[in-house]
């Protein structure tokens, strides 16, 4: 008559107690708009944590496209990330009130500035890596690590390959697209 206590999910592990049980998979549920909805949700987490640091996600960018190039030109940059030239100026001047990157003269044409890191820009990048690893944590706790491995798995898959509206152009493997 009695229960032996423990709730049993569909996959034959033990329930979650008092936790708020987690909505049953519809068969034929659309995948695109949970990946839609997580992808603005976390992107939405990741600016509010970003911005009270005084950042901005393009500004986190901007910061590690300069850390991985030798001194690029504003144009470089502007070209790298997609942005147009003048938003570029302004990411930057930016970043060079706040001591971060800074303006040096291009030894191979003096008529262009390269853009470095400052040692408080390395600092900030180091920073924004351990909130961003903080961030990922927080996302993935509810998984178990054979979980997140599967679910790694099948998003690098589906996010290299080619798009059919683009036509053959896609990620090299392992890399998503962009």
Request: glycine share 12%; aromatic share 0%; hydrophobic share 35%.
């Given at each position: 008559?009695?229960s032996?206590g423990?709730?049993?999910?569909?996959?034959g592990?033990?329930?979650?107690?008092?936790?708020?049980?987690?909505?049953?998979p519809?068969?034929?549920?659309?995948?695109?708009?949970?990946?839609?909805?997580?992808?603005?949700?976390?992107?939405?987490?990741?600016a509010?944590?970003?911005?009270?640091?005084?950042?901005?996600?393009?500004?986190?960018e901007?910061?590690?496209?300069?850390?991985?190039?030798?001194?690029?030109?504003?144009?470089?940059?502007?070209?790298?990330?997609?942005?147009?030239?003048?938003?570029?100026?302004?990411?930057?001047?930016?970043?060079?009130?706040r001591?971060?990157?800074?303006?040096?003269?291009?030894?191979?044409?003096?008529?262009q500035?390269?853009?470095?890191?400052?040692?408080?820009?390395?600092?900030?990048?180091?920073?924004?890596?351990?909130?961003?690893?903080?961030?990922?944590?927080?996302?993935v706790?509810?998984?178990?690590?054979?979980?997140r491995?599967?679910?790694?798995?099948?998003?690098?898959?589906?996010?290299?390959?080619?798009?059919?509206?683009?036509?053959?152009?896609?990620?090299?493997?392992?890399?998503?697209?962009?």
């Amino acid at each position: 008559m009695g229960s032996s206590g423990g709730a049993t999910g569909t996959d034959g592990t033990a329930g979650t107690g008092g936790a708020a049980a987690e909505p049953e998979p519809q068969p034929d549920e659309p995948i695109a708009p949970l990946l839609a909805g997580l992808g603005a949700r976390c992107a939405e987490r990741l600016a509010r944590r970003l911005a009270e640091q005084g950042l901005t996600p393009a500004h986190v960018e901007l910061l590690g496209v300069v850390a991985d190039a030798d001194g690029p030109s504003q144009q470089e940059l502007a070209d790298r990330m997609g942005v147009l030239p003048s938003r570029m100026v302004g990411l930057i001047d930016e970043l060079e009130a706040r001591d971060l990157i800074e303006r040096v003269r291009n030894r191979r044409d003096r008529r262009q500035y390269s853009i470095r890191l400052t040692d408080a820009g390395q600092r900030a990048r180091a920073d924004v890596d351990g909130l961003a690893d903080e961030h990922e944590a927080e996302l993935v706790a509810p998984l178990s690590i054979a979980e997140r491995r599967v679910l790694a798995a099948l998003l690098r898959r589906l996010s290299c390959r080619p798009d059919p509206g683009l036509g053959e152009q896609g990620a090299e493997p392992g890399q998503p697209p962009g």
